[in-house]
Structure formats: structure tokens, C-alpha cells
């Protein structure tokens, strides 16, 4: 049987140490050689970054997150291993890992860091479509030739690469569709190297449960449970018609995904379509003074993002959920497309200007959407609002200063509240 040592990378037969280096990091499989299609997630990645650039936190549970009253980000497997997840209220977070370090996400830093492992996989594959910061597929169809290795050795290389280099570690999932390939990657974290193939497909998902479907949350759960649909197996027997008739265009992708079926193609265009931020507080709240505070952050976190990525947007977006977990949401066009903070911050205002007195609300977010590149943002100047131009001037000064002395240089007296 085929396999490949991680370490250095040499192709050998299966064994249980590497003949060339004797490393016991192999990887075997029969069709290892024959897969092309990759989802390549990054361990733990905003935390992951943090004890990188901060060696005392090395051995410690980091969490990545928000005051009391937010949620966790993202969390090292130190704290997984207490319980803490991602989207997890932090009250709860810090109640099952009271000595976990909190650090506030440094948007900025973690997407200069994306962009790095972005060009190693540039440099295997043209055909790449980011999910996230941390996350991609790649198809790597036809690159044998180019490497002269196939693609789970350049897969390997890439994932030695992102260590030596990055000091990040990475799991790959390798498989023959996206859905294969995302749902391998999650087999083995930290550092993990899955291969789902074409023969073993059948088998392998048969006893899992449905929740393996990304896409697949607690309420199209509950909806399955109510038709004793929990695993693959339940969903075979069910035709395709009679799934499609009860679930719609979910019923129809859920009988394919039953077969391990997925025809989607790697996209390497696949465009951002919105940036967002928003936040659930520990307790329902109607202070103008926290919620506006809460929208200058979020504000500033949505600019950052966009600047990140070379992008700007001509629609702002306010959201609330009442205590009730009513939604209201609300939007504006703009003259034209923004990236600046303070415009985002002032328009979202408005906004909530128009609903805020219905209130207590227990989450809070604003978002730029209809995105476009940032050499179409803030052309005009604003007649009804002359100091529009001096103030995104000043954001401009000011994240010069906190690209070259940190985050927290200059803090906006607003955010402090």
C-alpha cells in the first residue's frame, strides 16, 4: 500500500516507520495517490497565532474572544480539552476554564497571516477557494505533472512548510469531492492528514451521524429528529422524492450527501459576498451608551477586515435581537462604497437611531455588504457632512501609527465605553 512519511516527505511503502528518517508520521492509503480534491483548515488558527507571536503563552489555555458579555472566537486545544468552544457565551467559557488567558481578535494580524499561507497554496494550485481565514479547498487536478509529486505529497509539503516557516500547524482532508474533503480534515486535529476514498465512501459514512453535514445547525437537526433521520443510514432510506418533498432543496442535497455524492467544483473566484461582526451579551441590555460603544468596535472590526482585504462596500447593515430573539435588521445604501470606520460607525447610527428604543437587546451587529475593491471606496466627499474628509483622513493616520506600534497605539475615547 502506498504511503508517504510527513516529515521528509519521501514515498515508501506502508510501514510503521519511515524507512528513510524513521519518523512514525505516515501516511497510507490505497488511493492516496489518486485523490485530488483537499480542504486544508488551520489548528485553532486566530489562538494559534497569539502563542506564536507570545511564547509565554505556549502552554496555556488561550481563548480568543470578547469581554463578559461576548462570545468565544476561537479557543487553543489547551481550553478545548476544558470544554470551551467556539460561539460559546464567555461567562460560560471562563466558568469551565477560569485560568485561560483572553485576548481580544487582531483581525489585522490574522489576515496578513492568511495572506502568507494563501501564496503556498497559490504555488500548488490555481484552483483555490478560501472559506475563511483559516480554511480552503484546492483541487490539484493535473499538478503531478507540474510538481513531479502527487498531490498528498505537495498537500504534506505544504502543511511543513506552514510550520517551518509560519510556525502554524494545519490538517488536511483529502478525498474526491469538497464534501468529502471538509468532513476528512475534522478526523484527526491538530496536525492531521485524512483520506477518505472513492471504495471506502459507501462504508465510512453509513453509521455516521447527519450532523457531519457542514451546514447541518441544531434547528435542521431538530427537523430530522422529528422523522427519525440521525444518521447516514436513516437518510438512505428514504427515496429521493419523498426527501425532497419534505425538506425542499435541503432534502435534495441530503440524498446526494447520503451517497457521498457532491458535483460542486473548486471555485477560485467564489466572491466574499459580506463582512460582518456582531456580538451576544451576558445580559439583555437597553444602554444607549454600551450598545453605541459596542457599534464604534464592531464598526471598527468590519473597516479593519475590509482593509485587510483590499475590499469596501456600498451597503450597511444593522442588526438586533430583542430579548424575545426577535430579529430586526436594517439597512442603507450608500453613495458610494466605504471601508472607513467612523462612515460605517456613523451610518449604522443612524440606523439604529430609527429602532434603538426597542429595546433590551441580547445581540448587536453590523456588516458591509455589495463589496467591491478598495480603489472604488470613499471617492466623493459628503456636502451634507464637511468633516467627513478630515475624519477618514485621521482613520487613515491612525491605522499607519497601529500597523507600526500595535493595536491598542490609539483607542477612540467610544470604544473605551
Known amino acids: 500500500m502506498p504511503a508517504i512519511c510527513r516529515d521528509c ?5 506502508q510501514s510503521k516507520r519511515c524507512t528513510y528518517c524513521g519518523s512514525p508520521r505516515l501516511k497510507s492509503h490505497p488511493e492516496l495517490f489518486d485523490l485530488t480534491i483537499a480542504h486544508m483548515d488551520c489548528d485553532a488558527f486566530y489562538a494559534s497565532v ?7 503563552l505556549a502552554d496555556k489555555p488561550v481563548i480568543i474572544g470578547g469581554g463578559k458579555r461576548g462570545v468565544v472566537s476561537t479557543a487553543c486545544y489547551v481550553a478545548r480539552i476544558r470544554g470551551v468552544r467556539s460561539a460559546m457565551p464567555m461567562f460560560k467559557a471562563l466558568q469551565l476554564c477560569p485560568d485561560a488567558v483572553v485576548i481580544k481578535p487582531r483581525m489585522s494580524v490574522y489576515a496578513s497571516v492568511s495572506r502568507q499561507i494563501r501564496e503556498m497554496m497559490d504555488e500548488l494550485t490555481p484552483v483555490v477557494e478560501p472559506l475563511s481565514l483559516d480554511e480552503a479547498f484546492m483541487d490539484l487536478s493535473g499538478t503531478e505533472r507540474l510538481h513531479g509529486a502527487p498531490p498528498a505529497v505537495m498537500l504534506a509539503r505544504l502543511v511543513r512548510r506552514m510550520k517551518d516557516e509560519l510556525s502554524l500547524t494545519g490538517s488536511i482532508g483529502l478525498s474526491h469531492n469538497k464534501f468529502l474533503a471538509k468532513v476528512a480534515s475534522d478526523l484527526d486535529k491538530p496536525r492531521g492528514f485524512s483520506v477518505i476514498g472513492k471504495a471506502e465512501t459507501a462504508e465510512f ?6 450532523r457531519l453535514i457542514w451546514g447541518i445547525g441544531p434547528a435542521a437537526q431538530e427537523s430530522l429528529d422529528r422523522v427519525g433521520i440521525r444518521t447516514f443510514a436513516d437518510l438512505l ?18 440524498w446526494h ?6 458535483k460542486r467544483r473548486v471555485s477560485a473566484h467564489e466572491p466574499m459576498k459580506s463582512i460582518s461582526n456582531e456580538t451576544t451579551f451576558f445580559e439583555d441590555t437597553a444602554s444607549i451608551e454600551i450598545l453605541d460603544g459596542h457599534l464604534w468596535r464592531m464598526s471598527e472590526k468590519v473597516a479593519d477586515r475590509a482593509k485587510a482585504k483590499g475590499l469596501a462596500g456600498r451597503i450597511v447593515t444593522l442588526k438586533l435581537k430583542q430579548a424575545d430573539h426577535k430579529v430586526i435588521t436594517r439597512r442603507v445604501s450608500l453613495r458610494d462604497a466605504t471601508q472607513i470606520a467612523d462612515r460605517i460607525y456613523r451610518t449604522a447610527r443612524g440606523l439604529f437611531d430609527q429602532v434603538g428604543d426597542q429595546g433590551p437587546y441580547r445581540l ?7 463589496l467591491c475593491t478598495e480603489d472604488q471606496a470613499d471617492i466623493s466627499g459628503d456636502l451634507l457632512d464637511p468633516g467627513a474628509t478630515r475624519r477618514s483622513q485621521a482613520e487613515r493616520a491612525t491605522d499607519d ?14 470604544a473605551l465605553r
Open 9 to 13: 516527505l519521501n514515498q515508501i511503502e
Open 50 to 56: 497569539e502563542k506564536r507571536d507570545n511564547p509565554e
Open 205 to 210: 459514512l453509513h453509521d455516521k451521524p447527519v
Open 237 to 254: 432510506r428514504w427515496d429521493q422524492e419523498a426527501l425532497t418533498a419534505r425538506f425542499g432543496s435541503m432534502g435534495y442535497r441530503l
Open 257 to 262: 450527501l447520503a451517497r457521498g455524492q457532491d
Open 364 to 370: 448587536l451587529g453590523c456588516g458591509l455588504s455589495d
Open 401 to 414: 501609527i497601529r500597523r507600526r506600534f500595535g493595536n491598542d497605539a490609539i483607542v477612540k475615547g467610544r
